[in-house]
C-alpha cells in the first residue's frame, strides 16, 4: 500500500513541482501520465526514497517514510521497494543471476521468478549479452526479488515496440498482482492507458 | 555476495589491477629481502664478534685481516712472529687471546690451527677435542655437507680455493663433530696450531716455512676493561710488525658502506610502492566514475552509504593484502636463491623463513598505502546523487 499526500519538490532556483496526492493498493496498478518535463520521474524518486528532501507525507506499508533517517530509508528501500528504471541499470562485472540476487535478502525467489520472467537461460550472462527486452525482463525480476510492497516502474515501454511493449506491462501487472505488490507506472506513452484503468495526469 | 562483488569488481580490469598489484609486489618483495639479509647479516657478524675485542696480525688492510681472522672470507694478510705476539699478550689489560693459523682448507672449508678455548662455547655432537697432531674436529655444516663422521680422514688443501696444491700424505683425522653454532665454527675445520706447522714444514712443493722463529696468522685478543682498545692498538701498530684491527669498528665501517647501497634500494622500493599506491587510487578513481551508475544503482537497491564505502575500501585493502603476501613470497624465493649462492660461495646460510617485525610494520605500511589509496574514491559516495545519477543516464 502506497499514500502520498501534499508532495512538493522544488530543485535549487526552480518553481516547486505541486504532486497530487496519491494512493494505490496491494496488487493494483496506477498509471502517473504527463508531459516530458511535468517532474514524472521526480516524483517516482520520492516514491522510491531515492529523494528525501521534498515536503509532504509518503506511507509505504503504513511506515511513514519522512521519519526514517537515512540508513533506515536505505535498508527500507532494499527490502520493501523495488524500481523498474528507464534504461536497465546493471553492475557489468557480475552476471545476471548476480546482479538479480545482488540485494537480494534470499535467493529462494529466484527460480520461480525467472521461469516467470521467461530469464532462466540467462542467469549465466553478463548484462552487456543482453538484447533490450531481455534486460527489462532482469530488472523486473531484480525489483521482485525481494517480494516488495511497492513496484515502481518509470518509462518502462519507451523504447519497445507495441508488441514488447503490451508484454512488459502484462508482465508487470502479473508479478505486481502475484506478489501483492501496489504497482506505479510512470509514462508518457498513452498506449499504456488501454493496460491500465487507474490513472493520474500530472500536469 | 558483497566478497564476490568485490573480487569482481577487482578483476573487471585486469590490466590495471595486475599493474597495481605487480607495483605492489615489487616494493614489498624489494623491502622484505633488504630487511632479512640485512638483518640476519648483522646478526651473524655480530654472533662471530662476540668475545673479540681486537685483532692481531699481519700489517695489511684491517678489514681483510678481521674478514680473514673472524669470517674466513678473505686471504689471511701475513704471518706474525709469535714471540713478538708474546711480547704484547702477556699485558695485564689482556684478559685471553686466542692464537689463530689458517691457510689451508678442505673442499672450501678452512682449516684453523687454534687452541681448545676457540670452541670453549660449542658443543660436541660426536667425539671429542683434537689432543694429538693431524686430529681435527669438524663444524656442524662441515660433517654435514661432506657426510663425514669421527673417524673419517682427509686432506687439506693449500690455500683458500679447493683447486690448490694438496697436501699429500698429511691425513688429517676426525676425532670430533660439533653441534650447530650459528656462528662461523659451524664452517670450520678445527686442528691445533702444531699440526698447521707440522704440514707447512715438511711442504712437498719446496714452498718450505723455513722461518727459525715460528710463526702464527693473528690472534684474536678480549680486554679486561675497555682501556685496553684505546691503549693497546694504538702501541701494536706504532711499535711493532703487527696491526691491531678493531672488528667492531670495521664491521660497522663495513655495515656503513653496504649500508649507502642498501638505503638507496630501499628508497627506490619506497618510490615504487607509492607508485602502486598511485595505481590503485588512479585504478580506483577511474573505475568508481565508470561504475558511478552502479553505486547508484547498488543505493536504489538498498545499499547504504558506508556499505559502499567499505566495498570500495575492502578493494584497495585486498589488493594491498595480496600484494603484500605475494611480494613477502617472492622476498621468500629471492632469499633461497641468495641463499644458494652464499652457501656455495661463503658457506653462509641465511634463515628463509622468519618473519621480522621490520614485516610487520611493511604490512601496515601497505595496508596504510592502501586505505589513503582507496579513502578519497570511496569518500565520494558520500556525495552520489542517487536520483540525479540514474535520471541522467
Redesign the interface.
Known amino acids: 500500500m502506497i499514500l502520498a499526500k501534499g508532495i512538493t519538490y522544488s530543485y535549487r532556483g526552480r518553481s516547486a513541482l505541486h504532486y497530487p496526492d496519491l494512493s494505490c493498493n496491494p496488487g493494483d496498478a496506477l498509471l502517473l501520465t504527463g508531459k516530458s518535463g511535468c517532474g514524472k ?2 516524483l517516482l ?1 520520492i516514491l ?1 526514497g ?2 528525501s528532501d521534498y515536503k509532504g507525507e509518503l506511507r509505504i506499508d503504513n511506515v511513514l517514510l519522512n521519519n526514517l533517517t ?2 533506515q530509508l ?6 520493501r521497494v523495488g ?1 523498474v ?1 528507464q ?1 536497465a ?6 552476471t545476471v543471476k ?1 546482479n538479480i ?3 537480494a535478502k534470499h535467493n529462494k525467489n529466484l527460480q520461480q521468478l525467472a521461469e516467470n520472467l521467461q530469464i532462466s537461460h540467462l542467469l549465466n550472462n553478463y548484462p552487456s549479452r543482453l538484447s533490450q527486452g531481455e534486460q527489462q525482463r532482469v530488472a523486473i525480476a ?1 525489483a521482485l526479488i525481494n517480494k516488495p510492497a511497492v513496484l515502481l516502474a518509470d518509462e518502462p515501454t519507451s523504447s519497445l515496440d507495441d508488441e514488447n511493449a503490451a508484454a512488459v506491462i502484462t508482465l508487470l501487472k502479473e508479478q505486481a498482482a502475484l506478489y501483492q505488490s501496489a504497482l506505479v507506472i510512470v509514462t508518457h506513452d498513452d498506449r499504456l492507458k488501454k493496460e491500465i484503468s487507474k490513472s493520474i495526469s500530472l500536469l | 555476495m558483497t566478497l564476490k562483488l568485490i573480487i569482481r569488481n577487482i578483476l573487471y580490469k585486469p590490466l590495471s589491477t595486475v599493474l597495481s598489484w605487480i607495483l605492489l609486489l615489487f616494493g614489498v618483495a624489494i623491502i622484505s629481502l633488504l630487511l632479512v639479509v640485512q638483518q640476519q647479516l648483522e646478526q651473524k657478524f655480530s654472533n662471530d664478534l662476540q668475545d673479540v675485542d681486537l685483532i692481531i696480525g699481519a700489517k695489511g688492510s684491517p678489514l681483510q685481516l678481521v674478514l680473514s681472522a673472524i669470517y674466513h672470507v678473505d686471504a689471511p694478510t701475513g704471518n706474525i712472529s709469535e714471540n713478538e705476539v708474546n711480547r704484547i699478550i702477556h699485558n695485564p689489560l689482556i684478559q685471553q687471546s686466542i692464537p689463530l693459523a689458517y691457510g689451508d682448507n678442505f673442499r672450501g672449508y678452512c682449516i684453523l690451527g687454534t687452541d681448545s678455548s676457540y670452541i670453549k662455547k660449542a658443543q660436541f655432537a660426536r667425539g671429542k677435542l683434537f689432543h694429538q697432531s693431524m686430529e681435527a674436529v669438524l663444524g656442524s655444516n662441515v660433517a654435514a655437507t661432506n657426510n663425514m663422521d669421527v673417524g673419517s680422514t682427509f686432506i687439506g688443501t693449500h690455500g683458500q680455493g679447493i683447486h690448490g696444491h694438496q697436501h699429500k700424505g698429511h691425513y688429517y683425522k676426525v676425532v670430533g663433530i660439533l653441534r650447530p653454532t650459528g656462528t662461523v665454527i659451524d664452517n670450520l675445520v678445527i686442528t691445533n696450531i702444531a699440526t698447521i706447522r707440522e704440514i707447512h714444514e715438511h711442504h712437498d712443493d719446496g714452498d718450505v716455512d723455513d722461518h727459525n722463529e715460528k710463526q702464527i696468522t693473528a690472534v684474536l685478543v678480549k680486554f679486561r676493561s675497555p682501556m685496553g682498545l684505546m691503549i693497546l692498538p694504538r702501541m701494536i701498530n706504532e711499535t711493532t710488525n703487527m696491526q691491531a684491527a678493531s672488528p667492531v669498528l670495521e664491521i660497522n665501517r663495513l655495515v656503513g658502506l653496504m649500508g649507502i647501497g642498501v638505503i638507496t634500494l630501499q628508497y627506490i622500493a619506497i618510490a615504487i610502492m607509492i607508485m602502486a599506491g598511485l595505481s590503485v587510487f588512479i585504478s580506483l578513481f577511474n573505475r568508481l566514475h565508470e561504475r558511478k551508475y552502479e553505486m547508484a544503482l547498488l543505493r536504489s537497491l538498498g545499499y547504504s552509504r558506508f556499505r559502499l564505502f567499505s566495498i570500495i575500501m575492502a578493494e584497495g585493502l585486498l589488493l594491498s593484502v595480496v600484494g603484500f603476501i605475494s611480494g613477502i613470497v617472492v622476498s621468500r624465493i629471492g632469499l633461497l636463491l641468495l641463499n644458494n649462492y652464499a652457501s656455495a660461495e661463503y658457506h653462509f646460510n641465511l634463515q628463509a623463513f622468519s618473519f621480522l617485525n621490520g614485516e610487520i610494520v611493511l604490512l601496515v605500511v601497505t595496508l596504510g598505502i592502501g586505505i589513503i589509496a582507496s579513502v578519497f574514491p570511496a569518500l565520494s559516495v558520500f556525495k552520489l546523487n542517487i536520483s540525479k545519477t540514474l535520471a541522467d543516464e
Not at chain 1, 541499470?89 to 557480475?94: D, T
Open positions: 520521474t521526480t524518486h522510491g531515492l529523494l537515512t540508513t536505505d535498508t527500507f528501500r532494499g527490502q524500481i528504471f534504461r541499470h546493471f553492475i557489468r562485472s557480475i548476480d540476487l545482488v540485494a531484480r
